[in-house]
């Protein structure tokens, strides 16, 4: 079965959390490393800070949406939790 991922990155520059997801978690890091992806072209250089694999797109999607809707203080208490190794 296929596995996607919903992640958090940190923004060096500024120290912001971006969020989104993914079917291939490292190459979706040097993208948005690599200046291309437009919503963090200017943000760069990221950490990936927080991850969760998940079976479907659409489990992805939805847990994606849940974690956007954090507050900051929430999300760092979230990635400050033990995570696994992509």
Avoid: C, I
């Avoid at 971006?18 to 190459?27: F, I, S």
């Avoid at 489990?59 to 956007?68: N, P, W, Y």
């Amino acid at each position: 079965m296929a596995t996607y991922f919903v992640y958090m990155l940190k923004s060096l520059k500024d120290e912001k959390f971006y969020t989104g997801h993914t079917a291939d978690l490292k190459r979706r890091l040097k993208q948005h490393n690599g200046g291309r992806v437009r919503s963090t072209k200017a943000r760069r250089p990221f950490e990936l800070v927080y991850w969760e694999s998940l079976e479907t797109r659409r489990e992805a999607m939805l847990r994606e949406r849940e974690l956007k809707s954090l507050g900051r203080a929430e999300k760092l208490r979230l990635v400050q939790a033990p995570t696994q190794s992509p």
